[in-house]
């Protein structure tokens, strides 16, 4: 048993996902069926009437709109249907769990996590690049680190465009975007956890006192490089005419060579370095949650970093293929799927290298049990048979009869014994 152990996991690297290969489905499948069970003596019977049964309680229930069944209950991590916004940075909502406090947070944390909402407006693009070149050609590029001044300047510059705009009644200024350029409040509100698109998420602290894991997030970067950190804060901030945007504040791992390795598909990280503590807050939109699994053949501090698929989540994303009906389709992909022949009609399959053997094998005994209907004798037929032939059925037929014979023979002896002990 400790031998085989040392190949799961190159089984595990060779084989892929071990629930794409496993019988267990099934396995669960059939004790389901015979939990259908309760006549021991005819557990066909039962199981075929437990089926029965549950496919057309199945069937039924998929017409109750006002009762609550195994269709339309909602999921355990549902977190609602949220308000469509014309900023996307404003529909990074959640579902709070918890008690809700609140959290005063200093001007450098506020002015950070500000900056973070406004550039990662996609709607805010053409104002991000118009104050970078406002920069460019105020500053020199030479005495001044162009991104840092951007980045602690462009809220106040952002604010007095949009006002200016506001007062001068541009049809562009909505009321979602006077709100973003405004200052939020120095007072958020702080959950211990969440639910966000179908995912629950909650604080490290929280998570470091159960028994389950649900702090560990990931985003990815500009490249295919990914980060990974802990959750240690959900933040809620409010701005004007009741508009909010969900943050999180997570603790990140550094990425580099000497804190993170990936061997045969398999990424551990070392927990106990931190990188990017200026740099702290994602939208809450924006986090994927991964697991660590401690790794002891590198030391404590490393984890094995899982990446999950969570159940009824689908990442799909539109190909164009939306208005294409896959019922009615004549194939399952958009590729042209075709076979070359070649010269295979040339090719002669008939061997000619070697002579033709006829093998005959005449038919000696007949058989009782007829397996072919063509075989079968009609009465209507007009079959000629030799006289060979002709003498084994008779001789088939003088034995059926001394059979059936001896049969009765056997019971007439059997009813005087009977009689006979009856009369004693």
């Known amino acids: 048993m400790i031998h085989l152990v040392l190949h799961l996991p190159e089984e595990a690297i060779l084989g892929g996902p071990v629930h794409m290969r496993w019988m267990y489905p099934f396995e ?36 109750f709109d006002d009762v609550e069944t195994r269709f339309n209950r909602p999921d355990r991590n549902d977190d609602g249907i949220h308000p469509t916004r014309q900023l996307s940075v404003f529909e990074s909502q959640c579902k709070p769990l918890g008690k809700q406090s609140y959290v005063e947070l200093d001007n450098n944390a506020r002015d950070k996590a500000e900056f973070y909402i406004l550039n990662n407006s996609p709607e805010l693009e053409p104002y991000l690049n118009e104050h970078k070149q406002e920069l460019h050609v105020r500053l020199r590029e030479g005495c001044y680190n162009i991104n840092e001044v951007h980045r602690t300047e462009f809220a106040a510059w952002f604010f007095e465009k949009i006002y200016a705009m506001h007062i001068m009644q541009a049809p562009e200024v909505t009321t979602e975007l006077l709100s973003l350029s405004s200052k939020t409040n120095m007072v958020v509100s702080s959950y211990p956890a969440c639910i966000v698109n179908g995912v629950r998420f909650v604080t490290h602290e929280r998570d470091v006192r159960l028994r389950t894991q649900n702090s560990g997030v990931s985003v990815p970067g500009t490249g295919q490089e990914m980060f990974y950190g802990q959750l240690q804060e959900i933040l809620e ?68 970093v899982q990446h999950v698929k969570h159940r009824s989540i689908w990442d799909i994303t539109d190909d164009g293929l939306s208005d294409i009906d896959l019922l009615q389709h004549n194939s399952s992909s958009n590729f042209t799927l075709f076979v070359d022949l070649g010269n295979l009609q040339e090719i002669n399959l008939l061997r000619r290298d070697q002579d033709v053997i006829w093998i005959v094998q005449p038919v000696t005994n007949a058989s009782r049990h007829v397996t072919d209907d063509s075989s079968f004798l009609n009465d209507a037929d007009e079959v000629e048979l030799s006289d060979e032939e002709d003498e084994s059925v008779e001789e088939y037929a003088d034995e059926e009869t001394d059979a059936e014979n001896d049969i009765d023979t056997e019971e007439d002896d059997d009813d005087r014994s009977y009689h006979a002990s009856d009369s004693d």
């Open 28 to 63: 669960r499948y059939l004790k389901r069926l015979k939990d259908y069970v309760r006549n021991a003596a005819k557990p066909e019977g039962s199981i075929a009437e437990g089926y029965v049964v549950d496919e057309a309680l199945t069937f039924c229930s998929r017409y």
């Open 237 to 304: 901030f409010s701005y004007l005419n009741g508009f909010s945007v969900v943050l999180f504040r997570c603790k990140w791992f550094k990425c580099d060579s000497k804190h993170m390795v990936t061997e045969n598909n398999i990424t551990s990280i070392d927990i106990n370095g931190e990188a990017y503590k200026d740099d702290q807050f994602i939208l809450a939109s924006q986090a994927k949650q991964v697991f660590y699994v401690a790794d002891p053949s590198r030391g404590p501090n490393w984890r094995v």
